[in-house]
């Protein structure tokens, strides 16, 4: 059997620790939580929603890296994940994410390949959470 790309899971968002929704009580069911850790990137700001662009300046998105508990989860909890962060769509409909392969960088300055959501849309014109932490951002 051929093993998966990467069992990591880089999360900015709802997905979180500290946003107590029951989607994180969804992944950690099959994650561990490694460590804080951040990528390339900005958030933004559209309209009262966080959506995470990457970016080739020196601009870094904070969040959490996960670990998937077991590798035979891999297609279905990715599965799963991939309909909550609507990638699974009708015919002719535009997924709102898309998942990647990224390099993650832990608190310990190693760094590790890891799954992240890319929002599709434009977020040209938008405001930038300019500290990369959407847990700091005033709401």
Partial sequence: MKSAPS?????????????????YDYITKFFSFVCPAKVKGIVSDVNGEFFAT??????FIKGELYKLNDEHDFSYVFGQLDDYEGLIVEQGEQPLYRRELIRVSKDDEESTDAWIFWFNGDV?????????????FPG
């Fill in 124 to 136: 040209s014109g938008k405001p930038v959470i300019t500290s990369g932490d959407i847990v700091e």
């Fill in 7 to 23: 069992k990591h899971l880089f999360v900015y968002s709802s997905l979180r620790k500290g946003f107590h929704q029951h989607e």
């Fill in 54 to 59: 990457p970016c080739d300046g020196n601009s």
